[in-house]
């Protein structure tokens, strides 16, 4: 079956630094990857769609050059919080896709900025 | 816009008590029907996908069905270790997923 990798599971970073979040899909190519944003009690939300090799198309209200996406290959794509503060504080989650498959998801990541 | 309205959005039943959740959607083009468990902490995992109304799909004590309008996740005799939030998503087009709020079960022994 497809397995979406997702690292780290957790990360505390301080308010104002950047953060690095990887998403791979170990045993399939994704053509296309999506990142997620999860707040308590709330559903998941659409930050940005991300083809290999192409700019990610990001979602009304998500900044662009805070939340910065970049699908390098057809197994990788990486989501970079910047200057990061406490409102950043959330759970977010990836999925991959390929043609015919259906949507796989990443374990999430639990990001506390303090 | 494509919308999803799950209900209820908490469910608690004793052990064997069977019972349904509820999907009801609003999509331009329906490309497929998705239901998730997701455990806290967790992401999605993936339980069904339902193309066409009149759809079906049975996995141990879950099936799922698909009307024009809803989807529905039936749960017959649950366990505890059944406990979990249900998400129900929709695919239109552009590839765009878009989830519910999902509802929260709990099965009580």
């Known amino acids: 079956g497809a397995v979406v990798s997702q690292h780290p599971s957790r990360v505390i970073c301080k308010s104002g630094t950047s953060v690095k979040i990887e998403c791979r899909s170990l045993?399939?190519?994704?053509?296309?990857m999506f990142w997620y944003r999860q707040f308590p009690k709330q559903s998941l939300m659409l930050m940005a769609t991300?083809?290999?090799?192409?700019?990610?198309?990001?979602e009304q209200g998500v900044e662009k050059d805070k939340f910065l996406i970049n699908h390098a290959s057809l197994t990788l794509s990486t989501l970079t919080v910047t200057s990061a503060h406490p409102e950043d504080s959330s759970f977010y989650i990836c999925?991959?896709?390929?043609?015919?498959?259906?949507?796989?998801f990443g374990s999430g990541t639990r990001l506390t900025v303090v | 816009e494509d919308q999803v309205t799950q209900s209820p959005e908490a469910l608690r039943l004793q052990e064997g008590e069977s019972s349904s959740l509820n999907c009801s959607y609003t999509?331009?083009?329906?490309?497929?029907l998705f239901w998730y468990r997701q455990d806290p902490g967790k992401g999605p995992e993936f339980l069904f996908t339902?193309?066409?109304a009149g759809e079906e799909k049975e996995k141990e004590r879950l099936k799922a069905t698909l009307t024009k309008k809803e989807s529905f996740l039936h749960i017959t005799a649950p366990k505890p270790e059944d406990s979990a939030t249900y998400l129900c998503?929709?695919?239109?087009?552009?590839?765009?997923?878009?989830f519910g709020i999902g509802t929260k079960l709990q099965v009580i022994p």
């Open positions: 045993d399939f190519q994704a053509t296309t």
């Open positions: 998503a929709v695919s239109g087009g552009y590839q765009k997923v878009t």
């Open positions: 991300s083809n290999e090799g192409s700019k990610a198309t990001y």
């Open positions: 999509v331009s083009g329906l490309r497929g």
């Open positions: 339902l193309y066409s």
């Open positions: 999925s991959a896709t390929r043609q015919d498959y259906g949507y796989t």
